[in-house]
Each structure stands twice: as C-alpha cells, then as structure tokens.
C-alpha cells in the first residue's frame, strides 16, 4: 500500500516536470522574440510591421519563427527541451497543408509550403501570416475565456469547418483589414511595387 502511494507521488513529481520541460519558452507577457531562418523576409521588415499594430500587441509574450525547409521544424518536434510544434502539427506541415500554427503563443511559420510568382508575392502572403498568428497570441491574452472555450472544440486544417470557427474567423478579418488599412506602409518596409488588395487571405493583384 505504502509503495502505491510513494509510486503515485514519484509519477506526479514526473508529469509535473515533462509539462515543465514542454512548457518551456512559453510566457504571457514580454517583448514579440523573433527567429527567422527564412531569407524570403528580413527580421527588421517583421519588426516593422508588428511595429504598425496597436500596443495591445507589444506585451503578448509571443515567439515567432520563420523556418527555411521541413527539417527545421522536424528538428524542434524532436527536441523535448522546445515547446510549441506537436507530432501532429508536423505531419501537416510535411504533407503541405498548412503554413502556419500558433501554440500558446508561440508561432511557426512554414512560408516554403507556398508557391508564388514572384518574392514580392511571398513576402506579402507571409506578412499575412504573420499577422493572422500574432492575432491568435492576441486572442490567447485579451480574448482569453472566449479563446479557451473555442480552442477546447478546435477544428484543424484537414477538416470541415476549419475556416468559420471563431478563432479563424477573427485571425482573417484582422489580417485582412490591417493588410488593407497599412497597404502602403506595407508595401514601402518591404519594397513591394505591385499594386493589390487583400481579401480575407486572397490578394488580387493590377498587372
């Protein structure tokens, strides 16, 4: 009876440790960090453009990396001393499904899962993923009970209804409306002359 209760003890004392480990590196406050190993964007044109958005967005303690091939982010699944990128996350990122996911505030961006035309292009659609995820960070911390409730019941990417859930829903119409609201700003940090306009993740490009 005695080694039941001391083998119960010993196994909350480990639980509580891996959630530790795995929890590493999340926080719910402090500066936006940035790790980029993409050269499609610089890590000063990303700061800029956070640097558009309100200041409720200067203390979500969020994480973003821009990963440069599949590998990277396989890497990160595989070291348990990183939190933010399941098993299941890298799966869909391996098949091309997704290009981006954001875990506890901690963001992965995968911009080699698109093709574009052009780098102008790219750097367009990243910026709208970056600022699609920053927005679920957003939600996480000022959103927070009506985030909780909605990411209980989450619906990924490989299934129906994965875009009119609330938390997609809101992420789109925020992109969308600060792609279109900063346009020119946009377009002047990252050196994009094409003319476009932005409609819930879709650009319609003037040639």
């Given at each position: 009876?005695?080694?039941d209760?001391?083998?119960?003890?010993?196994?909350?004392?480990?639980?509580?440790?891996?959630?530790?480990?795995?929890?590493?590196?999340?926080?719910?406050?402090?500066?936006?960090?940035?790790?980029?190993?993409?050269?499609?964007?610089?890590?000063?044109?990303?700061?800029?453009?956070?640097?558009?958005?309100?200041?409720?967005?200067?203390?979500?303690g969020?994480?973003?990396?821009?990963?440069?091939n599949?590998?990277?982010?396989?890497l990160r699944?595989?070291?348990?001393?990183?939190?933010?990128?399941?098993?299941?996350?890298?799966?869909?990122?391996?098949?091309?499904?997704i290009?981006?996911?954001?875990?506890?505030?901690?963001?992965?961006?995968?911009?080699?899962?698109?093709?574009?035309?052009?780098?102008?292009?790219?750097?367009?659609?990243?910026t709208?993923d970056?600022?699609?995820?920053?927005?679920?960070?957003?939600?996480?911390?000022?959103?927070?009970?009506?985030?909780?409730?909605?990411?209980?019941?989450?619906?990924?990417?490989?299934?129906?209804?994965?875009?009119?859930?609330?938390?997609?829903?809101?992420?789109?119409?925020?992109?969308?409306?600060?792609?279109?609201?900063?346009?020119?700003?946009?377009?002047?940090?990252?050196?994009?002359?094409?003319?476009?306009?932005?409609?819930?993740?879709?650009?319609?490009?003037k040639?």
């Amino acid at each position: 009876m005695k080694s039941d209760v001391l083998e119960d003890i010993y196994l909350d004392i480990m639980m509580e440790t891996l959630e530790s480990i795995f929890d590493r590196g999340i926080r719910d406050k402090g500066k936006t960090k940035v790790i980029n190993h993409s050269k499609i964007i610089t890590k000063n044109e990303i700061q800029s453009i956070l640097n558009l958005l309100h200041s409720d967005y200067d203390n979500l303690g969020a994480e973003i990396t821009i990963y440069k091939n599949k590998y990277q982010p396989l890497l990160r699944v595989l070291n348990p001393c990183k939190s933010g990128l399941h098993y299941e996350t890298f799966k869909m990122v391996f098949k091309r499904i997704i290009g981006g996911n954001h875990f506890r505030g901690i963001i992965s961006l995968f911009p080699f899962n698109h093709y574009f035309k052009s780098d102008e292009e790219y750097k367009l659609f990243l910026t709208y993923d970056i600022l699609h995820e920053i927005r679920h960070a957003y939600q996480r911390i000022h959103k927070e009970k009506k985030y909780h409730v909605h990411n209980q019941n989450y619906i990924d990417a490989t299934k129906s209804g994965y875009a009119n859930q609330w938390l997609e829903r809101d992420a789109n119409q925020f992109a969308t409306r600060m792609m279109n609201k900063y346009k020119n700003k946009i377009n002047e940090i990252l050196n994009v002359k094409l003319e476009w306009n932005c409609i819930w993740g879709r650009f319609i490009f003037k040639r």
